[in-house]
Structures are given as C-alpha cells and as structure tokens.
C-alpha cells in the first residue's frame, strides 16, 4: 500500500517554472514506476512523465518534452517534476501516481495509487 500527497502547485505566469513534489508513504516506495498525469477541466486526465524505479529511465508526453523533468529521490520516498517554459495550456490538477507492475505504462488505468492532486495554473 503506498499513499501519495502532491505539493508545489500554484499560480505562475506563462514563461515561468514551478516544481512539484510527490510524498510518499510505505517502505515499498523504491520498487514502482512513478508518473506524472494532469487533468484540466473538460478534459480527460492524460500522462505528463514516468520514471522507472531506480530513476534510470523517463519518458514524456510530446507536449511536455523539453520543459518538465521528472526525478526521484529513493532515500525521501519523493518524486519531482520540474516544469520550465509553462503555458496556460499546461493549466491543469496535476496528479501523481505509483505503478507497482512490471511494465511501465502511460495510461492511468495502469497505475494502482494516486494523490488527490495539486493545482497549477499558468496566467498568460
């Protein structure tokens, strides 16, 4: 079992950076896949990153590529996403979410926990 709580959400002009952190409980921590959705209003909820357990490995949306970096630190049971270059598209509840199965994925149906989510919104 793994709880998660986002933090680090905000309001921030387009152009501008925040940094989101994920706090995770559960000494199972360094075994999942962590990623990084957002939903915005009338949207469906869509992947933003993942990063394999040990860090060694990322991956990105298109839309996101080149602006946010997704990390981890297995010692504090975190997980971050940097985001640089915002836009008011990237306006959204950003979610983060542990995948505990071999295969990581980028749908949100293959991961077992989720945080209830921080805000970001980017002003243009």
């Known amino acids: 079992q793994v709880q998660l709580v986002e933090s680090g959400g905000g309001l921030v002009q387009a152009g501008g950076s925040l940094k989101l952190s994920c706090a995770a409980s559960?000494?199972?921590?360094?075994?999942?896949?962590m990623g990084w959705f957002r939903q915005a209003p009338g949207k469906e909820r869509e992947f933003v990153a993942r990063?394999?357990?040990?860090?060694?490995?990322?991956y990105y949306a298109d839309s996101v590529k080149g602006r946010f970096t997704i990390s981890r630190d297995n010692a504090k049971n975190t997980v971050y996403l940097q985001m640089n270059s915002l836009k008011p598209e990237d306006t959204a509840v950003y979610y983060c979410?542990?995948?505990?199965?071999?295969?990581?994925?980028?749908?949100?149906?293959?991961?077992?926990?989720w945080g209830p989510g921080t805000q970001v919104t980017v002003s243009s």
């Open positions: 979410a542990a995948d505990a199965s071999v295969f990581p994925s980028s749908s949100p149906g293959g991961y077992d926990y």
């Open positions: 559960g000494r199972t921590f360094s075994r999942y896949t």
């Open positions: 990063i394999t357990w040990s860090g060694s490995t990322t």
